[in-house]
């Protein structure tokens, strides 16, 4: 093991694409009753609770602004990318060169199932580059791709 590895705590970014700041003002049906805040304030709870790692998160309804907080991570020690794409799940080649170009691992966490949906929804350009797919378990799916993502980096150290 490296100094830098025992020096450093690990660091997971937490990506949230366009219209996800809207959860919990509309379409609760679908996307639930959580807001972004309570999702992201959960999220740093259960890191503070059960690990050393801190957590980033960033939302945008920007592409470009995605994919600079993307190209950033590695500089600031970002070791997993756990992100919601959003509508660019199903359009975005730009978005996928940008996790691909960083090789950092990461999960795909949807809020809804996006199988049970529009036909348009059922192909992610980035399914195949992530190391897993959550779709449908609502907001517990970024619950559940952060502890997968704490055991992925403990298993590497
Ligand atoms: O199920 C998911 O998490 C999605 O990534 C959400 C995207 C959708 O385009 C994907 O197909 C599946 C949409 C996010 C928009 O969120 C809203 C929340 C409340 C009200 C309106 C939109």
Redesign the pocket.
């Known amino acids: 093991m490296t100094a830098s590895k025992l020096s450093s705590a690990p660091l997971i970014l937490v990506l949230h694409g366009p ?2 700041n ?2 919990g ?3 609760p049906e679908i ?1 639930g009753h959580d807001s972004l805040a309570d999702i992201d304030a959960r999220l740093q709870r259960l890191i503070k609770e059960t690990s050393k790692a801190s957590l980033l998160s960033f939302q945008s309804n920007s592409e470009g602004a995605l994919i600079d907080c993307i190209h950033a991570a590695p500089q600031k020690g970002v070791g997993f990318i756990v992100i ?4 660019l ?2 359009s975005s080649v730009a978005l996928r060169d940008a996790l691909t170009g960083v090789a950092l691992p990461f999960i795909e966490v ?3 199932n ?1 199988h049970a949906r529009e036909p348009f ?1 059922h192909r992610s350009l980035l399914a195949d580059q992530a190391v897993g797919v959550i779709a449908g378990l609502g907001a517990r799916g970024y619950e559940f791709a952060l502890m997968w993502a704490l055991e992925y980096l403990q298993r590497r150290s």
């Open positions: 219209n996800l809207l959860l003002k509309r379409e996307y919601n794409p959003g509508g799940t199903h949807h809020l809804s996006i929804r």
